[in-house]
C-alpha cells in the first residue's frame, strides 16, 4: 500500500508507462508497477480479488501490444527525412531513420568492425542482412567512418549534450557526421543523401549565382568529362567550353576542377546533414509592400536613401511609459536582423525608448552599397538618415553581435548624433587574443588560419548560405547553443525561435553578397577604433557565448576608456532576446552618465 499523501496508484502507473516508452526504465520494473496498481486498483483497495491472474494475463498482453520496439528510445535521434543510424557501444546499429530503411533495409542487430588492415567488415550481420546490403554498408562505412566513432565513444570526459565530428568518406569526398548522444551512450551516423543531388542545379544558381549553362557544364564536368567531351556532348566550341570553365572557377573562388567539384560535394553534404527537407526559400525580392523574411511584418518599413530601397523596424514608445529616453539606434549582427522579440520590445516600450534599426546593405529588403561606396560607408550612412526621416536627436547606440563595428563607426563618424553605446554580445576582432583558445564550434571556424585566405573566406561564406537557406538553420540554431544551457531554454521560446529563423531569412533571401560584405570585416583587425571612443559604453557578454570568448570581450572592453563590462551569467548568445532587463538598464545606465555629463 502507498504512505499516507503519497502519488496514487493510478497516478504511478501513468508514470510507469511514460517512464517506460522514454527508455528510463526496464520492461520488467514497468510490469511490476502495471501489477501493483491492478492488485491494489484506483480506489486504493484490491478490486480484481478471485480474478487477479486473469488480469494480469491482460496486463501482459496489453503491455505486449503497448510496447514499443526495442529502438524505441532511440527515436528522437532518427526522425525526419535525413540519412541516419545509430550505433551502440558494442558497435551494433540499433536504429534507423526511415529513409535509411528504405535505402538499406532492415539492419537493427548488425555489427560493424574493422579488421586489420582497418577495412570495415559486418559483424553479425551475415544472418540478418543479403549480400546486397551488407555491401552498402561497406560502402558506406569506410574505415574512416569506423574509426571515427571509436574515437568519440573513447571521449570519456565530462559528459556533454553532444559531441560531433565529420568525416570525409573516401568514394566522393562528401562529409559523414558523428554526433554522440552521451544520455544515450550512441553515435548517431548521418550520410549524405542522394535524394540531395537532384537539386544541385537549384543550390548552385541560387547561392553561387551560375548560370543555366554554366551549371550544365560542371554537372558533366563532376562526371568526369573532360571540356572535348563535353564540347561534342553540348555541341559547343572547346573555347566556349573553356570560357565557361573558367567562369565557373571566378563564381566558385577554385582554380581547379578537382576544387570545383569538391565545392559541389561540399554544398550537398551541408545541406543533407541538416536533417530537414529541401524547401529552397524564394530567390526574388520581397513584393512591394511585403516582408517575407519577417517574423512581424507590421514593425517593418521602407525608406529611400538617394535611390536606393533600406528596410527597417521602427519600434514607437508606450504613451503610458513614465518618461521618455533618447531613442535607440540598433546595429544588428551577421545572422539576425533588427528586429526584436516581443519580451525586449515591451521593455523597451515601457521604459520610454523609442528603437530604430535599418537592415544593412543587402540584407532583408535593403539594396546592396552604391556603386564605389563601401560596405560599412553605405551601413553609417543609412543609420544617420534612418535617425533624420524620424527627426530622432541624439541617441543611444545599441550594438548587436556583427553589428558592433558598424556602431562604433556610426559613434565615430557622429559624436554629435550620439549620447552612449551599448555592445551585447559583440563580436571584436579574434586577433587581439591569439592566445585565446577557442570554445565553439564558431571560434574554432573564425580562428583557423583557412579563414585568411580570401579564397577560403568566400567559399566558407558561399557554403553557409547555402546550408542555411536549404535547410541548415534549425541545425546552426541547435548547434550555437550546446555549450550554454541559458541558450538552449531560450530557443525553446517560440517568439525567440521564431525569430532567429527570420534572422537567417534576412540575410539568405537575398543571396550572398551581403553576407560575404559583413564577414569581411573579420579579415582586419579594427581593435585600434576601441581606445578612440569617447562617451559612456557598456559592454554586455555572455559567459558561454560560442562565437566570442569572454576573456576576448574583456579585453575589449578594456581597450574603451572609461567602459563599464558586465558579463552575464548562464547564457550565450542570446542575451538581447532572453535576457532584455540587462540590456535596459544598460542603455538607462549610458543614457544617464551622458545625461549628468551635459
Known sequence: MNAVGGPTPLTQAIEAIYSYFKGEQEFTDFMQDLEDFLVVGETGHPDFSGEIETHFQIAAELAQVMAPAPEAKYRGLVEGPALKLVVDRAFRIVAQSAEARRIFGYLEGVGIKLDKSRQT??????????????????????????????????????????????????????????TRDDALDVIVITLPGVSWSRNISVILAGSLGLSPSEIEVLELMAYGKSNVDISKERSRSVDTVKSQTQAIFRKLGVTSRVEAVQVVNDLISLAALSGEPFTPVSLEGPAPGNFPFAQDGSAWRRMTVE??????????????????????????????????????????????????????????????????????????????????????????????????????????????????????????????????????GLQKLAMSSGIASWAAHRFIALTAVSYLRYGGSRRYLSTLTEHSNGDRQAIRDPEIYGLLRAGIRHVTIGGASAFLADTSSSNSDWSNLLPMLNLPVVVLHGDSDPAVNPQLARIAASRIPGCRYEEVEGIGQHVLHARPDRVVAALEEVGAVAETAA
Open 121 to 178: 567488415i559486418i559483424a553479425d550481420g551475415e544472418d540478418l542482412c543479403t549480400a546486397e546490403q551488407i555491401d552498402q554498408v561497406r560502402q558506406h562505412f569506410s574505415g574512416a567512418v569506423v574509426a571515427g566513432i571509436a574515437l568519440l565513444f573513447g571521449q570519456n570526459e565530462v559528459p556533454q549534450p553532444s559531441r560531433r565530428s565529420f568525416i570525409r568518406t573516401e568514394g566522393d569526398g562528401g562529409f559523414v557526421s558523428l
Open 307 to 440: 535611390g536606393r530601397t533600406v528596410s527597417y523596424v521602427h519600434y514607437p514608445i508606450d504613451r503610458r511609459a513614465r518618461q521618455k529616453r533618447p531613442p535607440v539606434l540598433m546595429f544588428h549582427g551577421l545572422l539576425q536582423s533588427p528586429e526584436l522579440s516581443p519580451a525586449i520590445r515591451q521593455s523597451l516600450r515601457q521604459s520610454g525608448f523609442e528603437l530604430l534599426g535599418a537592415s544593412k546593405p543587402g540584407y532583408g529588403a535593403s539594396d546592396g552599397p552604391r556603386r564605389g561606396t563601401s560596405f560599412m560607408h553605405t551601413c553609417v550612412d543609412d543609420a544617420l538618415h534612418l535617425c533624420d526621416r524620424h527627426d530622432a536627436g541624439p541617441c543611444l547606440v545599441l550594438g548587436h553581435l556583427f553589428g558592433a563595428k558598424a556602431a562604433i563607426e556610426f559613434c565615430l563618424a557622429y559624436p554629435e548624433r550620439v549620447r552612449g553605446l551599448v555592445l551585447c554580445s559583440a563580436y571584436f576582432p579574434l586577433q587581439i587574443a591569439d592566445h585565446l583558445m577557442p570554445t565553439g
